[in-house]
Structures are given as C-alpha cells and as structure tokens.
C-alpha cells in the first residue's frame, strides 16, 4: 500500500516539478527526518545472543558473527569477519547506538570498518573507527582530499533519519577484485553496483561465505534511489555469479522477519539476473506505479523505476 500511495503523490509532484526532481521527491516521500521508533523485542532463536537491550550477536562459524539491529526499523545487519591478525567489520549501521562496542567485545584483534556502500544506515555515521577502508573507485579517490572523504547528501541519504554526513578517514582503497589479507583468511572485494554505485560485496576465499550488503537479501531490493541502476544491477549479479562456484552461503544487510540473520543462495542471485533479463527485454510483468515492483523469487522483490526511466547503460565505474 505504502507504494502506492508514493506512486500517486510522486506522479502528481513528477507533472509539477519534472522528472530531474524524481529523486529528490521520493526521499522526501519516504523520509521521516528523525530516527524511527524501536521495534520491540523479539525471540531470536537458540544460536543467537542479545548484547544488551538493542544488538544481537549470532556466531555464522567459530569467527564469523552477524551483529544484528533487530529493534531498528531497517532490521540492519553487519559481519565481523575475524582473521589471524585482523578482523573486519563489514557495516556499522546507522549509528544510533555503538555497534563498535560490540565488535570489540568478540575480538582482541585491530579492527577494519569496511562500509558495503555509502547510505546512511551502513555508515555509522558518529562512531568513528581506527581503520577504515573502501572501496577504491577513480570519482571516490578523487574527491577524497588526504584520503578524508566526506560523503555527498543524495550517496548519504541521511535527510531520511536526521543524520549528518560524515567525514570518512580513510587508511585502505580497496580496488574491485582486490584480496583482504586478514592474515590466514582472505576476502575477495567485488564490485557488486545496482543498489548504489559504490556497492561492494566481500567473499571469504575460506567459508564461501559472500557478505552482500545491500545488493541482495531477502525482501525488498531498492533499485530506483538517486545512484540506482538496473545496467549496474545486472552487472553485478553476473559478477556474483562468476564466483558462484565459490560461493557457499550469502548474508544480507536486512531482513524482513525473524528470526537470525539474512540468508540467501546463489541461486537467488540466477533469479535476480534472469528476472533483470526480462525486464530489459520488456518480458515482466510488474505491480506499482512508482516504484515498479518485480517478484523475482518468494524470497525478493525488485523495486525499480517506471519502464521509460529505467537505465539500463552500465556506469562502468571501475
């Protein structure tokens, strides 16, 4: 219903203000500009530990933990990802309470915040780490001025929520392709755009485990924000897949329900190309006036712009 509504008011603002606007509007549309109320408390299952009253911590393997925000809206996930000398943190959420806190209490090791792309609720945004890295993109690097990057309102988002953009300090650029060395565990970095078009997802050489942000993860996939393309989106899903022999299991930044965190297959990533394929070739059907909603499986919907406002030309910004 929500979807609707925003479709009716967009098209009545998009014949007022003009279809350059679009973004700008729906933002606007779906912004409540303070943070949003937190869900109650909910039964996460026998594998899954509550920090305090706001993180859960659930062990993936003996040093692998999803840290879940189940009482924040967005249902929010991130993943320490512990090596021999290092460990990452794969997001941090949106900051309203200190996910660091919790990543220090599962390892001794120095910590690297790697966010999964530059929105607001994967940022963390105040807190502030000792070592960050991202993703290592020619228009990213340079506008970073002595490696400080501060991040632009429409790859932020964060006029939704109330939160300020932040300033990242940067230590590591990670080149698309490039390795992670933790010391006996490696990450692979791969550019994986479509929901952003500095989206980056990390597979670990040794699990098989793929760490996808927001790219995929069961519910809806937002394919219709400001740096949004569905060219990038098909690229990136045949990037995934040209690993999927590699692939084991992938965990999403957000979940739809509990319990646990955001489990998907390989397999959910071969519905999301072929459903991409057919829309490019106009063969899908779709529900919603704006966004177009389209069921790519029972566990995703792709939610994407009108037909007509559709990009579909890659940005290509390796």
């Known amino acids: 219903m929500k979807y609707i509504i925003i479709g009716v008011v967009l098209l009545c603002a998009l014949a007022w203000g003009g279809i350059a606007n ?11 500009g303070q943070p949003p109320p937190l869900n109650a408390a ?21 040093r692998t933990f999803a840290i879940g925000e189940p009482r924040y809206a967005q249902q929010n996930y991130s993943y320490l990802i512990v090596g021999s000398e290092r460990a990452v943190l794969f997001d941090a959420g949106p900051g309203f309470r200190n ?18 792309h530059f929105h607001y609720d994967h940022t963390g945004n105040e807190i502030t780490f000792d070592q960050v890295a991202v993703v290592d993109l020619p228009y990213i690097r340079a506008r970073a001025v002595d490696n ?4 632009s309102g429409p790859e932020h988002l964060g006029v939704a929520e109330g939160v300020a953009a932040p300033t990242l300090s940067i230590n590591e650029w990670l080149a698309p392709g490039a390795m992670m060395f933790l010391g006996d565990r490696q990450l692979q970095v791969l550019y994986t755009p479509g929901h952003t078009d500095d989206s980056i997802s990390l597979l670990d050489l040794t699990s098989g485990f793929l760490f996808s942000g927001d790219f995929v993860y069961p519910g809806p996939l937002y394919a219709f924000l400001s740096n949004s393309n569905m060219g990038d989106y098909l690229a990136g899903a045949e990037t995934v897949i040209s690993q999927q022999s590699l692939v084991t299991e992938i ?19 071969q519905d999301l190309r072929k459903t991409l394929l057919n829309i490019r070739a106009g063969a899908a059907s779709a529900k919603g006036v704006y966004p177009r909603q389209y069921i790519v499986n029972e566990r995703m919907i792709l939610l994407a712009e009108p037909e007509f406002l559709q990009a579909w030309q890659s940005t290509n910004r390796e």
């Open 251 to 269: 965990y999403g930044a957000h979940r739809v329900r509990p319990p646990g965190a955001p489990k998907l297959g390989i397999e959910d990533v």
């Open 22 to 32: 679009r973004h700008s509007i729906v933002i606007q549309l779906m912004s409540s």
């Open 99 to 116: 996910i660091r806190e919790v990543a220090e209490s599962l390892t001794d090791l120095p910590i690297t915040f790697v966010p999964s």
């Open 148 to 151: 400080q990057l501060t991040l």
């Open 42 to 62: 909910t039964d996460e299952g026998a594998d899954t530990v509550w920090f305090n009253d706001y993180f859960t911590v659930q062990a993936l393997d003996e």
